[in-house]
């Protein structure tokens, strides 16, 4: 069973804000904030003008031994998932963003990260009906989309996304999540 289907189960789809942000640390030329208990998420920060194709976004997380792209669950995990990078200190307001959705030949269709077979629209719908977000983006927008996510903030009083964007406009940050070990 994979993680993200594990933490749903056992209903800890909000684990990453429980948590506290404990240490940085440096791996190689890439910046990662990380929780020390378990280092579930980190966020990478380096290096992203070269994340221009789905297949160098992936590499990013999965050069980290034991850790994948973020894979979003549910609505309740995309606002933790957006308050932990928050709490991070991460500039929402920059114009770039921080993936939590990719899509297949630039329609406002949405997938997982790490599963493209896995649609996410009603988790994106969901997160954006039940929050505070400054944009739907994501659904109407009619120029080249094939990634969404947080940033393109307007330093309003509701929350930086959800939003959409090219590979050309490479992202501000990777979040890479734990991968789940081999049940076998």
């Known amino acids: 069973m994979a993680f993200s289907q594990n933490k749903k189960m056992f209903g800890l789809s909000r684990w990453c804000h429980m948590s506290i942000f404990l240490r940085l640390s440096l791996q190689g030329d890439s910046c990662c904030y990380e929780r020390a ?5 980190k966020l990478i920060t380096d290096g992203m003008s070269t994340l221009t194709s789905y297949d160098a ?13 973020v894979s979003i669950t549910d609505a309740a995990e995309v606002q933790s998932l957006y308050d932990w990078l ?4 991460h500039d929402m307001q920059q114009g770039r963003g921080v993936p939590i959705a990719v ?10 990260l790490t599963d493209r077979s896995r649609g996410v629209d009603s988790i994106l719908t969901e997160a954006y009906n039940t929050g505070e977000w400054d944009t739907d983006d994501w659904k109407s927008h ?16 509701k929350q930086d996304g959800i939003h959409d964007w090219p590979y050309s406009d490479y992202p501000s940050g990777v979040v890479c999540e734990k991968a789940a070990p081999y049940a076998g």
């Not at 976004?57 to 792209?69: A, E, H, S, V």
């Not at 928050?86 to 200190?89: D, E, M, S, T």
């Open 103 to 112: 899509t297949h030949q630039q329609v406002n269709e949405y997938s997982d």
């Open 57 to 69: 976004l992936r590499k990013k997380c999965t050069d980290i031994p034991g850790y994948d792209l």
């Open 37 to 41: 208990e378990q280092a579930q998420y």
């Open 142 to 157: 009619t120029g080249t989309s094939e990634l969404a996510g947080f940033g393109w903030g307007s330093g309003g009083t």
């Open 86 to 89: 928050v709490a991070q200190g």
